[in-house]
């Protein structure tokens, strides 16, 4: 009986592997920090550095960070009284998700949560616990691609500046000819070294999570 547990639990583990990456783009905060490193790769004018498995992994790892709470929590909760045979696979699921969706709640704004709710035609929900995760994880998607816009937004505007006052420059000049990404990319560059950029960027991404 018990070699029957382990099996089924060996293929519910194999099976969850498979959903990691959808789990990972659904439930965390990787879509907002991989789309803000792709803006700031953008931004630059640098399409191929970092490469893309540079910034994934970055994400990644960054995604492991604002989420260890989270993770460390649904560890306790669900998964550690699983293996101990405290409670059943249906429970340790039920107790999984609670510490997700809260980090979803907290995450997610009201128009975009009432927007799925109308759309799945559901009666106004009084709490929390009254909507459906399957409604509250398109809602998290959409405020968490609004949040990366935003703070894309941010990042490109002095870059911007520097691309107009370099083209404006060469124009003046005469050099119409010159591309301006020619000479505006090494003083991007050289503004996102002086000001330290990577650190103002993880640093406000981590905190735009709290």
Not at 8 to 28: E, H, N, R
Not at 58 to 84: C, R
Not at 182 to 203: A, C, E, H, M, Q
């Amino acid at each position: 009986m018990n070699d029957g547990g382990n099996a089924v639990q060996l293929l519910l583990l194999i099976g969850g592997i498979t959903l990691i990456p959808a789990m990972l783009f659904c439930v965390t905060g990787f879509t907002r920090i991989l789309v803000v490193l792709g803006f700031i790769r953008t931004g630059l004018g640098t399409p191929s550095a970092p490469p893309n498995q540079v910034l994934v992994g970055i994400a990644l790892f960054l995604t492991l960070f604002v989420m260890a709470p989270t993770f460390t929590k649904v560890k306790s909760d669900a998964i550690d009284p699983l293996t101990s045979g405290k409670i059943n696979q249906a429970q340790a699921f039920d107790r999984g998700q609670k510490p997700l969706r809260e980090f979803m709640f907290k995450q997610t704004r009201t128009k975009d949560l009432a927007l799925f709710v109308k759309l799945a035609k559901l009666d106004r929900p009084k709490t929390r616990a009254d909507v459906p995760t399957y409604v509250l994880i398109p809602a998290f998607i959409i405020s968490e691609l609004k949040t990366a816009f935003q703070i894309g937004f941010l990042i490109f505007l002095p870059f911007l500046v520097i691309d107009l006052v370099v083209s404006s420059t060469l124009m003046s000049m005469g050099m119409v000819m010159l591309p301006p990404v020619f000479i505006s990319l090494p003083f991007k560059i050289l503004l996102f070294v002086l000001v330290d950029g990577w650190n103002l960027v993880t640093r406000s991404l981590v905190e735009s999570f709290h």
